[in-house]
């Protein structure tokens, strides 16, 4: 209890909140928890059944409170600064209720968490006041650590580059940034010593490993001394890669900068640094893009590259291509260059492409440029304004940004704020996952085709809004599919990029033929023929340079974030748990394990009874039921006497006809030797144990614990009439073959669930599947396959002697559960 | 008034004041009323909104409830008072049956809980457009 008397008496003080709960459980007592004056009996089990509701209840909620401020992101709703404070302190207080019901369930087994949730909510309460960052205090960040809402920290063009690098994995340098932390002390002081002990060490440490693990030796190096009031002086510099050259020149830099503002002595606190520490990009080409290429275009809606090689400050080449897929060329100009001087490609003018042409002088192919201007438009959709990016074009090499800010607005070219004109309707329906305006050409896609091969700005149009197709959204300008909506996972990545799109439009890979040039308006409903790309303004979307935005990136990075997935791994652990959301998944799964240990370790004698369950295959179960989960009755129940209705659609696909194979297994020596570990596991565990199949059910959820063989598979499913709450959840791990067979068999567990929509990630054997805010009959469907898989897939990784295997056993299945003539609703369709 | 300034008069649209102290909403509602041809003015502060409309009346009026000084129950009031033909329509991120009871007895036209969809307060507006043209056909 020592941990839990340090946090204040206040609201959500769990020592306030005890009364509350306890009061709230049926037949439970005003007693502490795990001292209930009715141990012995059936109380306690309905006071743990209380708790584990309690549980059930607030990780639904938060849930649903997480998805609604995930839909903010897509521009469609009005919401105000109260909207998010208030949002976040629901999901706060709910989440220390669950903090409060996992202890009272465990006898304290898990005060830790009250910790992690001080810390977290401090974290939160601190982002809603407008203090700093908990990263704040840190002077030195990894520039594969830094996302757009670390700005503040920052500096503008340190995130915004970390940005398009981190979530669009454009290409960047590997870097550093001196944040305002680090350069706050020697501001502060007036630069009274020189470098001050933390900045030298975090600098030194980012040097080293630019220079050890990246390969490092010259390194670029920006800084920038900011105003009170805003004003910004930048300077540019380079310097060999090693920590005495990169401070000084650090220094010198920031000298400079200051220089321009010509501050009194005394003045400098006042003013705020960051600097960018880039590895320097080996020997080639540097060059601009512009979004917009304004008056050098006539003000017309075209892109702007200019590209000059190292060492050739005259020979500058200018490119003009369109803003959408697939970015033609409509103007160069290529500057005379020496006929023997190599380019980026490693070829020189002079050298013959074909029987009658040479290479040529330009530094940049109709290829490359189209490249460079579908990242670029692909940067500009993701920060939401027209923008400079410059970059290096290296020898041999693949074009890396170095930088990028925002294109200033020229007065000679008016913005034009409306979506372009496009030609008639191709399509109309469908709901806006997220708002916005994109053209391009046209690409079918399928959940397994390479998001490498799809090409930056085209037009995606998919059968379904797989979670398998969010690595293509980074490439997208904007998606079309014909299922799904704006509550399922790849509206999400949609939002995350700011792709617009368009989900559940009847009809569109018909209308929307592969290489047709269309526009899409997500808010009008429409796919139109033709048209041109629209340019980002300051309109009624909600930008990144939106305050409100930056505080709902992080606050949702504090709530929202999941990095916590596998309870068998060893950093499965309250200490590790970095947002609400993991400390609400943690807490859901030590009740899940409280309740079936404590049914395994009574036996009964607290009331806990676990009812045998008979099931018309040998598959022995027992049933817990917390309320509502079977017809009343000491017998075993019958699969006609299950009323949860999660529990109930499981059963009926792991009864299905075709499904328990009963055929014994194919063994080869290599399964033996592989589970020989496991069986020397299984011989030394708990006998009691082994075999244990066990389900927690009420009426509108339930958890399901299996273990099949080698096998361990859970199932945890809400399903009720709101669609808004239902969630179901589904892990497989284990097997007897070696582990490239177990790949297999997770791969095709994978394929078989991208199919239904899940978000599945998987890790050698271990599959985890994530589905949420589902219609209840299609709840039930799913679990119902759910069922079948988990019948089907006993001991079937040692069949998997090939790929071909797999793709054998995927069609088997699909076969006897009489789906093989629904492929084409799992995404295959084509026109 | 003129007639050809009411709405229907002529087509010509109405006039719209948003008054909200949150500054993300006036600056996301504005072009969205003007993309959708009201021409529109925006305040955060409801002094400043009052004494605009005092100056000048608005065919409608979106107010936030919830605000610092003059709150929005008490804004409503005053453009009655001033002119009990404007049409208004109370947004709030604090949305009570007691206070949409409130709003309506004192003659709003509609209550809408933030957050909302762009769309639902184009609609409600729309609708408020026409009821108010109705009106003034009647009349």
């Not at chain 1, 009005?78 to 465990?106: G, P, Q």
């Not at chain 1, 981190?166 to 870097?175: H, I, Y």
């Not at chain 1, 997220?434 to 959940?447: D, K």
């Not at chain 2, 409503?76 to 009570?96: H, M, N, R, Y």
């Given at each position: 209890?020592?941990?839990?008397?340090?946090?204040?008496?206040?609201?959500?003080?769990?020592?306030?909140?005890s009364?509350?709960?306890?009061?709230?459980?049926?037949g439970?007592?005003?007693?502490?928890?795990?001292?209930?004056?009715?141990?012995?009996?059936a109380?306690?089990?309905?006071?743990?059944?209380?708790k584990?509701?309690?549980?059930?209840?607030?990780?639904?909620?938060?849930?649903t409170?997480?998805?609604?401020?995930?839909r903010?992101?897509?521009?469609?709703?009005?919401?105000?600064?109260?909207?998010?404070?208030?949002?976040?302190?629901?999901?706060?207080?709910?989440?220390?209720?669950?903090?409060?019901?996992?202890n009272?369930?465990?006898?304290?087994?898990?005060?830790?968490?009250?910790?992690?949730?001080?810390?977290?909510?401090?974290?939160?309460?601190?982002?809603?006041?407008?203090?700093?960052?908990?990263?704040?205090?840190?002077?030195?960040?990894p520039?594969?650590d830094?996302?757009?809402?670390?700005?503040?920290?920052?500096g503008?063009?340190?995130?915004?580059?970390?940005?398009?690098?981190?979530?669009?994995?454009?290409?960047?340098?590997d870097?550093?940034a001196?944040?305002?932390?680090g350069?706050?002390?020697?501001?502060?002081?007036?630069?009274?010593s020189?470098?001050p002990?933390?900045?030298?060490?975090?600098?030194?440490?980012?040097?080293?490993?630019?220079?050890?693990?990246?390969?490092?030796?010259?390194?670029?190096?920006?800084?920038?001394?900011?105003?009170?009031?805003?004003?910004?002086?930048?300077?540019?510099?380079?310097?060999?890669?090693?920590?005495?050259?990169?401070?000084?020149?650090?220094?010198?830099?920031m000298?400079?900068?200051?220089?321009?503002?010509?501050?009194?002595?005394?003045d400098?606190?006042?003013?705020?640094?960051?600097?960018?520490?880039?590895?320097?990009?080996?020997?080639?080409?540097?060059?601009?893009?512009?979004?917009?290429?304004?008056?050098?275009a006539?003000?017309?809606?075209?892109?702007?590259?200019?590209?000059?090689?190292?060492?050739?400050?005259?020979?500058?080449?200018?490119?003009?291509?369109?803003?959408n897929?697939?970015?033609?060329?409509?103007?160069?100009?290529?500057?005379?260059?020496?006929?023997?001087?190599?380019?980026?490609?490693?070829?020189?003018?002079?050298?013959?492409?074909?029987?009658?042409?040479?290479?040529?002088?330009?530094?940049?192919?109709?290829?490359?440029?189209?490249?460079?201007?579908?990242a670029?438009?692909?940067?500009?959709?993701?920060l939401?304004?027209?923008?400079?990016?410059?970059?290096?074009?290296?020898?041999?090499?693949?074009?890396?940004?170095?930088?990028?800010r925002?294109?200033?607005?020229?007065?000679?070219?008016?913005?034009?704020s409306?979506?372009?004109?496009?030609?008639?309707?191709?399509?109309?329906?469908?709901?806006?996952?997220?708002?916005?305006?994109?053209?391009?050409?046209?690409?079918?896609?399928?959940?397994?085709?390479?998001?490498?091969?799809?090409?930056?700005?085209?037009?995606?149009?998919?059968?379904?809004?797989?979670?398998?197709?969010?690595?293509?959204?980074?490439?997208?300008?904007?998606?079309?599919?014909?299922?799904?909506?704006?509550?399922?996972?790849?509206?999400?990545?949609?939002?995350?990029?700011?792709v617009?799109?368009?989900?559940?439009?009847?009809?569109?890979?018909?209308?929307?033929p592969?290489?047709?040039?269309?526009t899409?308006?997500a808010?009008?409903?429409?796919?139109?023929?033709g048209?041109?790309?629209p340019?980002?303004h300051?309109?009624?979307?909600?930008?990144?340079?939106?305050?409100?935005?930056?505080l709902?990136?992080?606050?949702?990075?504090?709530?929202?974030?999941?990095?916590l997935?596998?309870?068998?791994?060893?950093?499965?652990?309250?200490?590790?748990?970095?947002?609400?959301?993991?400390?609400?998944?943690?807490?859901?799964?030590?009740?899940?394990?409280?309740?079936?240990?404590?049914?395994?370790?009574?036996?009964?004698?607290?009331?806990?009874?676990?009812?045998?369950?008979?099931?018309?295959?040998?598959?022995?179960?027992?049933?817990l039921?917390?309320?509502g989960?079977?017809?009343?009755?000491?017998?075993p129940?019958?699969?006609?006497?299950?009323r949860?209705?999660?529990?109930?659609?499981?059963?009926?696909?792991?009864?299905?006809?075709?499904?328990?194979?009963?055929?014994?297994?194919?063994?080869g020596?290599?399964?033996?030797?592989?589970?020989?570990?496991?069986?020397?596991?299984?011989?030394?565990?708990?006998?009691?144990?082994?075999g244990?199949?066990?389900?927690?059910?009420?009426r509108?959820?339930?958890n399901?614990?299996?273990?099949l063989?080698?096998?361990?598979?859970?199932?945890?499913?809400?399903l009720?009439?709101?669609?808004?709450?239902?969630?179901?959840?589904?892990?497989?791990?284990?097997?007897?073959?070696?582990?490239?067979?177990?790949?297999?068999?997770?791969?095709?567990?994978?394929?078989?669930?991208?199919?239904?929509?899940?978000?599945?990630?998987?890790?050698?054997?271990?599959?985890?599947?994530?589905?949420k805010?589902?219609?209840?009959?299609?709840?039930?469907?799913?679990?119902?396959?759910?069922?079948?898989?988990?019948?089907?897939?006993?001991?079937?990784?040692?069949?998997?002697?090939?790929?071909?295997?797999a793709a054998?056993?995927e069609?088997?299945?699909?076969?006897?559960?009489?789906?093989?003539?629904c492929?084409?609703?799992?995404?295959?369709?084509?026109? | 008034?003129?007639?050809?300034?009411?709405?229907?008069?002529?087509?010509?649209?109405?006039?719209?004041?948003?008054l909200?102290d949150?500054?993300?909403?006036?600056?996301?509602?504005?072009?969205?009323?003007?993309k959708?041809?009201?021409?529109?003015?925006?305040?955060?502060?409801?002094a400043?909104?009052?004494?605009?409309?005092?100056?000048?009346?608005?065919?409608?009026?979106?107010?936030?409830l919830?605000?610092?000084?003059?709150?929005?129950?008490?804004?409503?009031?005053?453009?009655?008072?001033?002119?009990?033909?404007?049409?208004c329509?109370?947004?709030?991120?604090?949305?009570t049956?007691?206070?949409?009871?409130?709003?309506?007895?004192k003659?709003?036209?509609?209550?809408?809980?933030?957050?909302?969809?762009?769309?639902?307060?184009?609609?409600?507006?729309?609708?408020?457009?026409?009821?108010?043209?109705?009106?003034?056909?009647?009349?």
């Amino acid at each position: 209890m020592r941990k839990r008397s340090r946090l204040p008496r206040d609201p959500r003080d769990p020592r306030a909140l005890s009364d509350l709960y306890e009061k709230d459980a049926p037949g439970g007592s005003n007693a502490p928890p795990g001292e209930d004056k009715d141990a012995g009996g059936a109380g306690k089990a309905r006071a743990l059944f209380s708790k584990f509701r309690t549980i059930l209840d607030s990780n639904t909620a938060i849930l649903t409170a997480i998805a609604q401020m995930e839909r903010m992101l897509g521009g469609e709703y009005i919401f105000d600064r109260a909207y998010l404070e208030k949002s976040a302190r629901e999901i706060a207080d709910l989440t220390h209720r669950t903090v409060y019901a996992i202890n009272a369930m465990t006898g304290d087994a898990h005060l830790d968490l009250y910790d992690r949730y001080a810390a977290l909510n401090a974290e939160v309460e601190d982002i809603l006041a407008g203090r700093r960052d908990p990263g704040a205090g840190i002077p030195v960040l990894p520039l594969r650590d830094i996302r757009l809402e670390d700005r503040v920290l920052v500096g503008d063009h340190a995130a915004a580059l970390a940005e398009i690098a981190g979530r669009l994995e454009l290409p960047a340098p590997d870097g550093f940034a001196v944040a305002e932390a680090g350069w706050a002390p020697s501001l502060t002081s007036g630069f009274a010593s020189w470098p001050p002990r933390p900045l030298e060490q975090a600098v030194s440490g980012a040097v080293v490993d630019l220079y050890v693990r990246r390969g490092a030796r010259r390194v670029l190096i920006a800084t920038e001394a900011v105003t009170p009031e805003g004003e910004v002086r930048r300077t540019e510099t380079e310097a060999d890669c090693e920590a005495g050259q990169v401070l000084a020149a650090l220094r010198q830099g920031m000298d400079q900068a200051l220089a321009a503002f010509d501050p009194p002595p005394g003045d400098l606190a006042a003013f705020r640094g960051h600097s960018l520490v880039l590895a320097a990009p080996p020997e080639g080409a540097l060059g601009q893009i512009r979004t917009l290429a304004g008056p050098e275009a006539g003000c017309k809606p075209l892109l702007a590259i200019h590209i000059r090689l190292n060492g050739s400050p005259g020979a500058t080449d200018s490119y003009l291509a369109s803003r959408n897929h697939p970015y033609l060329l409509r103007e160069s100009r290529i500057a005379p260059k020496p006929l023997n001087k190599p380019l980026p490609d490693g070829r020189i003018p002079a050298d013959p492409v074909s029987r009658a042409w040479l290479r040529g002088s330009a530094v940049l192919t109709p290829d490359d440029c189209a490249w460079l201007a579908g990242a670029a438009m692909a940067a500009e959709r993701l920060l939401g304004e027209p923008l400079v990016l410059d970059f290096a074009h290296p020898y041999g090499g693949k074009p890396l940004f170095l930088g990028v800010r925002p294109l200033p607005a020229d007065p000679a070219c008016p913005a034009d704020s409306d979506v372009p004109e496009a030609g008639e309707i191709l399509l109309q329906g469908g709901t806006a996952a997220c708002l916005g305006a994109a053209s391009g050409m046209v690409i079918h896609v399928r959940e397994n085709d390479a998001a490498a091969d799809f090409p930056y700005g085209a037009l995606a149009v998919a059968r379904s809004a797989s979670p398998q197709l969010a690595p293509i959204l980074k490439r997208a300008s904007g998606v079309v599919t014909e299922l799904g909506d704006a509550a399922g996972h790849l509206a999400a990545v949609a939002r995350e990029y700011r792709v617009p799109a368009l989900f559940g439009a009847r009809g569109a890979l018909a209308a929307l033929p592969q290489g047709a040039l269309a526009t899409l308006d997500a808010e009008a409903r429409t796919v139109r023929r033709g048209g041109i790309a629209p340019v980002p303004h300051q309109g009624w979307e909600l930008s990144p340079s939106d305050p409100e935005f930056l505080l709902l990136r992080r606050l949702l990075q504090r709530i929202a974030s999941l990095t916590l997935t596998d309870p068998d791994a060893k950093d499965f652990t309250a200490d590790n748990c970095r947002s609400f959301h993991d400390l609400i998944h943690f807490a859901h799964e030590k009740a899940v394990e409280s309740l079936a240990n404590m049914r395994r370790a009574g036996k009964g004698k607290d009331g806990a009874k676990a009812r045998p369950i008979a099931l018309p295959v040998p598959l022995c179960m027992r049933l817990l039921d917390i309320g509502g989960a079977a017809a009343a009755g000491d017998a075993p129940a019958r699969i006609e006497d299950i009323r949860s209705r999660p529990l109930a659609a499981f059963l009926a696909g792991v009864c299905a006809p075709g499904m328990w194979d009963q055929a014994p297994a194919r063994f080869g020596m290599g399964d033996v030797i592989s589970a020989m570990d496991k069986t020397f596991a299984a011989l030394s565990a708990n006998p009691a144990h082994a075999g244990e199949n066990l389900a927690i059910a009420a009426r509108s959820y339930c958890n399901i614990s299996l273990r099949l063989g080698y096998h361990f598979s859970v199932v945890d499913a809400y399903l009720s009439e709101n669609s808004s709450k239902n969630a179901v959840y589904f892990r497989f791990v284990g097997g007897m073959a070696p582990i490239a067979a177990r790949a297999r068999r997770a791969q095709f567990l994978r394929n078989v669930l991208a199919g239904y929509d899940f978000k599945v990630e998987t890790q050698g054997d271990l599959v985890v599947a994530r589905l949420k805010m589902i219609e209840p009959a299609r709840g039930e469907e799913i679990l119902h396959i759910l069922g079948r898989l988990t019948a089907f897939t006993r001991q079937r990784d040692t069949g998997l002697l090939s790929d071909a295997d797999a793709a054998a056993l995927e069609t088997l299945f699909l076969e006897k559960s009489g789906l093989a003539d629904c492929s084409d609703a799992k995404g295959d369709a084509h026109v | 008034m003129l007639d050809n300034e009411r709405p229907g008069g002529e087509g010509k649209k109405p006039r719209i004041l948003v008054l909200d102290d949150e500054p993300i909403v006036v600056k996301r509602l504005k072009p969205a009323f003007e993309k959708a041809g009201y021409e529109t003015e925006t305040f955060t502060d409801s002094a400043s909104a009052l004494a605009r409309f005092t100056q000048r009346p608005f065919d409608i009026v979106i107010t936030d409830l919830k605000m610092e000084g003059m709150d929005g129950m008490a804004f409503l009031e005053k453009v009655k008072e001033l002119s009990p033909d404007t049409g208004c329509v109370i947004i709030t991120g604090f949305a009570t049956l007691d206070t949409a009871k409130e709003s309506f007895h004192k003659g709003a036209f509609d209550f809408v809980a933030k957050p909302f969809k762009l769309a639902d307060i184009l609609d409600v507006t729309k609708r408020l457009e026409e009821k108010m043209a109705g009106r003034h056909e009647e009349a």
